[in-house]
C-alpha cells in the first residue's frame, strides 16, 4: 500500500472532521467515498465499526475513531501543529466537551434531525434540549473567538460539524434564532474559510477498480 486510506462520507460530521483534520496537518490521503446504504464488501472486511470514517494505514493498520484519525494526523504532520491545536494545559477540557458532544448533543441532535427514525421520539423535547448545550457552548464564545481562547482546538475541529447539522436541520423545518451572535460567527468561520470547498468537494462513489481519488482533491 503506498498512500493511507480514509473511507468517509460526505455529509456525515464525523467524517468531515477527520478530513478537516487533515486538511488543516497537509497530509494527503487516498479517499474512497461510500454509499452508507450500500457499504461495499472491501469496506465491511476492514471495519469493526462498519462506520465512517477509518483510516487505513500504509502498514495496513486501522483506525476506527474520528477523533483517533485526528490525533494521528497531528502527529503525522510534517509541521508541529500538536501544541497549537491540543495543548497539554488544556487536554481535559478539550476531551470533556468533545465527549459532550459525542454523547449527549448528539444524541437529542439525532432525534430532533431524524425524529421518524425514532420511535416515540419528541421533536421538540430533543431541540430544547440540544439548544441548552448550544447556549452553553454560546458561552464560551462570548469573550473568546473559539472555544479556548484565540486559537482554534481540535474541540472547534470535532463539534462545528455538529452545529452545522443542527442549522441544517433547524434551516429545513424553518425555525428562527436557533444560534446566538457568537456561536454563529464562530460556525462561519469554518464555513466560510476557503478550505471549506475543497472540504466538502464531491468524489464519485467508490467502487473496487475505481481510479484513485485523493484528498485534497488540489
Avoid at 476492514?46 to 485526528?70: G, R
Avoid at 509541521?79 to 477540557?93: A, C, G, I, T, W
Avoid at 447539522?165 to 436557533?178: G, L, P, V
Wanted: proline share 5%.
Amino acid at each position: 500500500m503506498t498512500n493511507d486510506i480514509l473511507y468517509s462520507f460526505r455529509r456525515c460530521p464525523y467524517a468531515i472532521r477527520a478530513r478537516w483534520a487533515l486538511l488543516i496537518c497537509e497530509i494527503k490521503v487516498e479517499i474512497r467515498e461510500i454509499d452508507l446504504k450500500n457499504k461495499p464488501l472491501d469496506f465491511l472486511n476492514k471495519s469493526k465499526t462498519k462506520t465512517v470514517p477509518i483510516l487505513i494505514k500504509k502498514n495496513s493498520k486501522v483506525i476506527e475513531e474520528s477523533l483517533e484519525i485526528i490525533l494521528w494526523a497531528l502527529s503525522n504532520s510534517r509541521k508541529d501543529f500538536k501544541f497549537r491545536y491540543f495543548p497539554d494545559n488544556k487536554k481535559e477540557d478539550i476531551f470533556k466537551i468533545i465527549n459532550e458532544n459525542d454523547t449527549e448533543f448528539k444524541y437529542h441532535l439525532d432525534r430532533f434531525k431524524y425524529a421518524t427514525r425514532y420511535q416515540n421520539s419528541n421533536e421538540e423535547f430533543h431541540f430544547t434540549n440540544a439548544i441548552k448545550f448550544i447556549k452553553k457552548w454560546n458561552e464560551l464564545l462570548v469573550e473568546n473567538k473559539y472555544f479556548f481562547g484565540d486559537n482554534p482546538t481540535i474541540a472547534d475541529w470535532c463539534i462545528w460539524p455538529f452545529i452545522r447539522q443542527f442549522k441544517i436541520a433547524c434551516e429545513s423545518q424553518k425555525r428562527i434564532n436557533y444560534l446566538e451572535p457568537p456561536i454563529k460567527k464562530w460556525l462561519d468561520s469554518f464555513e466560510n474559510d476557503r478550505k471549506f470547498k475543497s472540504l466538502m468537494y464531491k468524489y464519485e462513489l467508490w467502487r473496487p477498480y475505481s481510479r484513485t481519488n485523493y484528498f485534497p482533491s488540489d
